[in-house]
Every structure is written in C-alpha cells, then in structure tokens.
C-alpha cells in the first residue's frame, strides 16, 4: 500500500510561480503528476523514474513546469513557471508500483493516488 499526499497547491497570479510536493510512504517506482481542470479528462503532466534520472513531460508543460524527486525524504516535486490560465486544476500525485524504469502516460497505469491539491492561476 503506497501513500500520497500533495500539498503546495493554491491561487497565484499569472506570470508567477508555485512548487508543489507529493510526500510519499515509498520511493522504488515510478511517480508522476496529473491535472484535471473542471469538465476536463485527468491528463498526464510530467513523470519521473524511481531514480529521477528520466524526466518526462507532457508537450504542452516541458517549457515550464520540471519534476525532481528526493528520495531521501520521499518526496516527489513539481516546479511550474510562468503560471498560466489554463494551468488551474487539481493536481495529483500518482505511483505506478510496477515500473521502476518508463513512465506511463496513460492514468490507468497508476495504482495509488492522492486527493489532489487545487492550483488556480488568477489573470
């Protein structure tokens, strides 16, 4: 049983930044961040190997936003610049406890989740 939890989430303008983390109860598999704006399907946004040496980002988010872990202390991070409109969702944590090596794009490749933390960017 892996656990998540995201915190980091919140209003900020547009132009800014925020850096959100994932606090795991683990760290010897793949993470990754997803976005669900209202009405909208939960997309893929970045991911990284158990490791952190393999980053991978959605194409509409690589300019700006960067995931890094520390598994020291079991957690997952994502840094998001230039904070846009369209960049207001919730954003989750997930763990796909069967790859330690690929990041999957696809949500139903990831067993456990957080609850998400709101992120909404004010014009």
């Known amino acids: 049983q892996v656990q998540l939890a995201e915190s980091g989430g919140g209003l900020a303008q547009s132009g800014g930044s925020l850096r959100l983390s994932c606090a795991a109860s683990g760290d010897d598999y793949v993470m990754a961040w997803f976005r669900q704006a209202p009405g909208q399907e939960r997309e893929f946004v970045a991911g990284t190997t158990w490791n952190g040496a393999s980053p991978r980002y959605a194409d509409s988010v690589k300019d700006r936003f960067t995931v890094a872990r520390d598994n020291a202390k079991n957690i997952l991070y994502l840094q998001i610049l230039n904070l846009r409109h369209e960049d207001t969702a919730v954003y989750f944590c997930?763990?796909?406890?069967?790859?330690?090596?690929?990041?999957?794009?696809?949500?139903?490749?990831?067993?456990?989740w957080g609850q998400g933390t709101q992120v909404t960017v004010s014009s």
């Open positions: 997930a763990a796909d406890v069967h790859s330690r090596n690929y990041v999957p794009l696809s949500r139903d490749e990831y067993e456990y």
